[in-house]
């Protein structure tokens, strides 16, 4: 498993990727006990940390002052340790565990792209990056969450989804409408509740922002014990922002699905989770290049610069703005999946629960708009460009002119209702996924036509190239040969040679045939011919038209090849017709061909018989 999924890393950094997700299981069984004085900690289970700093690459006493210490440099640039406490030391301690998987699951996924990337490139991808390089990007998202007791890692995952909201009523209805509006189709917008208040209220709002306000508190000099609410949140000023009355301590924040509380008592303690220097410090100075690599902020340069804020509220922030702006630039895809109820139980569906998700997710204004609007939209350039080869005049040419007109007469020549299909100034849009079918399959039928067409002139083209010689040798033997004699025309070799070889033989049997005809007298030639006829009409190979052999017309010398004995078992006993046939047989007369036959006697009644038709009279 291990092999197949962790791609683009050299061998030797593939275990070292075992070594860490190790060491990051393992650092959590590191107890620590307070000391006499209850001023700093000491590490109950030593032999815990020596596994960790074999895995990790450091020395044991650089992972023990690590996860008790931390380090203050003074004004004259000197370092000074102090003794953390527990509370610290077990924060530091899950710090260091959720950093290393953070950094480690990142450099893994970069890794694997590059090498993806290689594989695609190998494969004839564009070398340039502003080239288009197709990619599958998965973003899910759980929803709003409201529960009992919210905290900073819930307000953080709601904002997230708001986000995520917001980039669906974007991309998915508003400007669907903005884009009818823009190509003069008669279109009555829908109105769409809008989230950009609460967004706001994180990010934009005056004079502080709820990220900012949550920053500024985690920052400020010396212990913090208590993250106050009243304190931290009293200057914002919002509709979508309210502090609790009924419970200390607790804010309320208006969501697109309404409105939730959170609890701010512990959130200084989840805001600064940020990794302290000395440990990024530690992890730099490890024997594993992978880690090092994980850790580029960990060099001496870096962490002698000075403190650096501890908060991640604006980082967490910066990093959903990203995801989004990336997001934009795709080609998006929605899947929105509704929970039958709030307690997870099975077999259980509340009608209410499930009505607030549908409101306030906006798929009934979705419904409306898929409705009245259509399902599919392309630019007229690439429809046309795409469909062209349906309509035999705009097949072959560049169609530089009127393109709307062009869409017009590819849906036209197609019989596609008018209601069905609707051309814009610079898009063409399609009611239902029935006509885009209808228009792929029209599409493949006409490539297959012109397919066929190529290959053909292909064949043509090949065949008179390389079947010219052969035809030319074959016409200088048949001249210098003796037509009273059968000879074996030049065999063909190469594709297609068995069909031509054999359609050569059929012709020149068949002109051998006249030519000894020809030299026949003319009622030797008519009784020939009357042999023949019967002969394809006992084999069941034509209808006899006896108008036709008493003329004496010349019959069609293509369907004269010789069969087996005709001999019926339907009508007449067969096993006696067989021993009259052996009998002429072993009278010197080839029998060709026997069938029954119903005639009258002398007097006149009706007997059954049968014709036999041999090679001499």
């Known amino acids: 498993w291990y092999q197949r999924r962790v791609r683009g890393m050299p061998e030797g950094e593939k275990e070292h990727v075992i070594n860490i997700l190790t060491a990051i299981l393992i650092l959590g069984q590191i107890q620590f006990k307070t000391e006499g004085d209850g001023v700093g900690v000491r590490i109950t289970n030593p032999a815990v940390v020596k596994v960790v700093s074999k895995l990790l690459g450091v020395t044991n006493q650089s992972v023990t002052d690590m996860l008790t210490s931390t380090p203050h440099i003074s004004g004259n640039r000197s370092i000074m340790m102090?003794?953390?406490?527990?509370?610290?030391?077990?924060?530091?301690?899950?710090?260091?565990?959720?950093?290393?998987?953070l950094r480690l699951f990142n450099e893994v996924l970069m890794s694997a792209n590059k090498s993806l990337a290689g594989e695609v490139g190998e494969a004839g991808a564009p070398d340039s990056p502003d080239e288009l390089c197709l990619t599958l990007?998965?973003?899910?998202?759980?929803?709003?969450?409201?529960?009992?007791l919210n905290n900073f890692a819930v307000l953080c995952c709601n904002y997230s989804n708001e986000k995520l909201h917001q980039c669906f009523i974007e991309s998915a209805l508003t400007a669907p409408q903005e884009l009818y509006l823009q190509e003069g189709l008669d279109w009555d917008p829908i109105r769409i509740p809008d989230n950009r208040g609460t967004i706001g209220l994180f990010t934009e709002l005056q004079p502080e922002s709820l990220t900012e306000c949550i920053e500024r508190e985690c920052n400020k000099p010396g212990e913090t014990t208590n993250f106050q609410a009243?304190?931290?949140?009293?200057?914002?000023?919002?509709?979508?922002?309210?502090?609790?009355?009924?419970?200390?301590?607790?804010?309320?924040?208006?969501?697109?699905?309404?409105?939730?509380?959170?609890?701010?008592?512990?959130?200084?303690?989840?805001a600064k989770?940020?990794?302290?220097?000395?440990?990024?410090?530690?992890?730099?100075?490890?024997?594993?290049?992978?880690?090092?690599?994980?850790f580029p902020d960990g060099a001496q340069s870096e962490w002698m610069k000075g403190k650096s804020s501890m908060c991640v509220a604006q980082a967490y922030v910066g990093a959903i703005d990203n995801l989004l702006h990336d997001l934009k630039n795709k080609f998006l895809s929605f899947v929105r999946c509704i929970?039958?109820?709030?307690?997870?139980?099975?077999?259980?569906?509340?009608?209410?629960?499930?009505?607030?998700?549908?409101?306030?997710?906006?798929?009934?204004?979705?419904?409306?708009?898929?409705?009245?609007?259509?399902?599919?939209?392309?630019?007229?350039?690439?429809?046309?460009?795409?469909?062209?080869?349906?309509?035999e005049e705009d097949r072959f040419s560049r169609c530089d002119g009127d393109w709307q007109m062009a869409a017009d007469r590819i849906c036209g020549n197609l019989q596609i209702d008018m209601d069905l299909y609707f051309v814009g100034f610079t898009c063409i849009f399609i009611k239902d996924s029935a006509t885009v079918l209808y228009l792929e399959k029209k599409r493949d039928e006409c490539i297959d036509f012109i397919v066929t067409?190529?290959?053909?002139?292909?064949?043509?083209?090949?065949?008179?190239?390389?079947?010219?010689?052969?035809?030319?040798?074959?016409?200088e033997t048949l001249a210098q040969a003796d037509k009273t004699k059968k000879i074996v025309l030049p065999k063909l070799r190469g594709p297609f040679s068995e069909d031509i070889n054999d359609y050569l033989d059929r012709i020149y049997r068949c002109w051998w045939a006249s030519c000894l005809i020809k030299t026949l007298s003319k009622p030797n030639r008519n009784i020939v011919r009357i042999m023949v006829t019967a002969h394809a009409a006992f084999a069941?190979?034509?209808?006899?038209?006896?108008?036709?052999?008493?003329?004496?017309?010349?019959?069609?010398?293509?369907?004269?090849?010789?069969?087996?004995?005709?001999?019926?078992?339907?009508?007449?006993?067969?096993?006696?017709?067989?021993?009259?046939?052996?009998?002429?047989?072993?009278?010197?007369?080839?029998?060709?061909?026997?069938?029954?036959?119903?005639?009258?006697?002398?007097?006149?009644?009706?007997?059954?018989?049968?014709?036999?038709?041999?090679?001499?009279?």
């Open 540 to 617: 069941g190979e034509l209808s006899v038209d006896p108008d036709l052999v008493k003329a004496g017309k010349p019959m069609n010398i293509r369907s004269l090849r010789m069969r087996s004995n005709y001999i019926s078992s339907e009508q007449f006993d067969g096993s006696a017709l067989l021993s009259q046939t052996n009998e002429r047989s072993a009278h010197g007369k080839k029998v060709l061909f026997t069938a029954p036959i119903n005639r009258l006697n002398r007097k006149h009644v009706v007997e059954r018989g049968n014709v036999v038709l041999t090679d001499r009279a």
């Open 82 to 101: 102090k003794t953390l406490s527990y509370d610290k030391a077990v924060s530091k301690r899950n710090a260091l565990a959720g950093y290393l998987y």
């Open 230 to 270: 009243d304190e931290a949140f009293g200057g914002i000023s919002s509709p979508y922002f309210m502090l609790s009355h009924e419970v200390d301590n607790e804010f309320i924040v208006r969501h697109y699905i309404g409105e939730v509380s959170y609890d701010a008592t512990n959130f200084h303690k989840m």
């Open 273 to 294: 989770t940020g990794l302290p220097k000395d440990c990024k410090r530690v992890m730099n100075s490890s024997k594993l290049g992978l880690l090092q690599r994980m």
């Open 339 to 391: 929970k039958p109820n709030l307690s997870s139980t099975p077999q259980l569906f509340e009608d209410d629960v499930v009505e607030d998700q549908v409101r306030s997710s906006c798929l009934v204004e979705t419904a409306l708009i898929k409705q009245r609007g259509f399902a599919f939209s392309s630019d007229l350039v690439g429809f046309v460009q795409r469909y062209k080869c349906t309509h």
């Open 453 to 475: 067409k190529i290959q053909l002139c292909w064949k043509r083209r090949y065949i008179n190239r390389k079947l010219g010689p052969h035809l030319r040798a074959v016409r």
């Open 137 to 148: 990007d998965i973003v899910d998202g759980y929803g709003i969450k409201g529960g009992d």
